[in-house]
């Protein structure tokens, strides 16, 4: 008796309906609550899986290349659509904002604006009416002056139980110091290696800390979704692009202004004191020759 086709990419079996399932459910992950929008990666990849070693590992493409690009894309979905579930997204605007070449403070000043919903008549500070912002091209942020390599990111490390200390201590007389003491202390990292570790970061601290201390900061920081690149999955969603204001620059400031300007002065003088000397040296010789 003929088994019939091995379950696989092409037999039409319930391979396709569990991973367009799947797909769906990352794709509708924000718009509905229910159970089915439930999404765990590890159900696709293993499902794939499954369906490797049922065709005996026969496949016409590289699998291994497939899953792993697979796996990116899959965790790239769940990070930018993550929370979006707790979001009342009726009624809210979706705006994009273009971070290359935009200073990163009045960029994030901009974003805090527009995030807590002050741009709104209707504003209140008791109330999230934000919209969502979407902030692209993270990695071409420009800072002014020697932000890049003087400003730094700051963070302690240590163990939970620290406060206990005294507690242990009584306690258990031969208990090792090494496990009551901070492992690493203090840490930090400057704007340059955070850069180019995740410029993502450099962006939601910026904003976060524009940013009240209260209930509603969490809901806001939910609506912030920050990317590296030019590309985002909210495509399908009515997005506006935000103008930013037009930005006064100063040619020089004040004091390198006063200062090239005595400088000009100086050379100016000197200058003229050198023509003087030469005028003079020529009558000089003129009326010896005469």
């Known amino acids: 008796?003929?088994?019939?086709?091995?379950?696989?990419?092409?037999?039409?079996?319930?391979?396709?309906?569990?991973?367009?399932?799947?797909?769906?459910?990352?794709?509708?992950?924000?718009?509905?609550?229910?159970?089915?929008?439930?999404?765990?990666?590890?159900?696709?990849?293993?499902?794939?899986?499954?369906?490797?070693?049922?065709?005996n590992g026969k496949l016409s493409f590289k699998f291994d290349s497939f899953l792993n690009n697979l796996k990116c894309a899959l965790l790239f979905m769940q990070k930018a659509l993550a929370g979006l579930r707790r979001i009342d997204l009726d009624g809210l605007r979706w705006r994009v904002f273009d971070a290359k070449g935009q200073v990163l403070g009045r960029l994030a000043?901009?974003?805090?604006?527009?995030?807590?919903?002050?741009?709104?008549?209707?504003?209140?500070?008791?109330?999230?009416?934000?919209?969502?912002?979407?902030?692209?091209?993270?990695?071409?942020?420009?800072?002014?002056?020697?932000?890049?390599?003087?400003?730094?990111?700051?963070?302690?490390?240590?163990?939970?139980?620290?406060l206990l200390t005294p507690i242990v201590w009584f306690f258990l007389d031969d208990l090792p110091c090494s496990t009551c003491r901070y492992v690493g202390h203090l840490k930090e990292r400057s704007l340059k290696d955070q850069m180019a570790k995740d410029p993502t970061e450099v962006i939601r601290k910026a904003v976060l800390r524009m940013l009240p201390r209260n209930k509603l900061r969490d809901d806001r920081d939910r609506k912030l979704r920050i990317f590296t690149g030019s590309e985002h999955p909210f495509g399908d969603r009515p997005i506006e692009p935000y103008v930013m204001p037009p930005r006064t620059v100063r040619e020089m400031r004040p004091r390198a202004r006063r200062a090239l300007v005595r400088a000009q002065k100086k050379a100016e003088m000197q200058e003229q004191k050198a023509n003087d000397t030469r005028k003079g040296s020529k009558d000089k010789a003129a009326e010896v020759s005469a």
Not at 15 to 22: I, P
Not at 117 to 125: I, S, V
């Open 109 to 162: 000043s901009q974003i805090s604006t527009v995030v807590q919903g002050k741009d709104k008549p209707t504003y209140a500070p008791n109330r999230d009416d934000g919209d969502m912002c979407i902030v692209l091209n993270a990695k071409d942020v420009c800072v002014t002056g020697r932000k890049l390599t003087d400003k730094f990111y700051r963070w302690h490390t240590g163990q939970v139980f620290h």
């Open 1 to 55: 008796m003929d088994p019939g086709p091995k379950p696989g990419l092409g037999s039409g079996s319930g391979f396709e309906v569990r991973v367009l399932a799947s797909l769906g459910r990352v794709q509708g992950s924000g718009h509905d609550s229910g159970p089915e929008s439930k999404f765990s990666s590890v159900e696709l990849i293993s499902t794939l899986y499954n369906v490797f070693v049922v065709c």
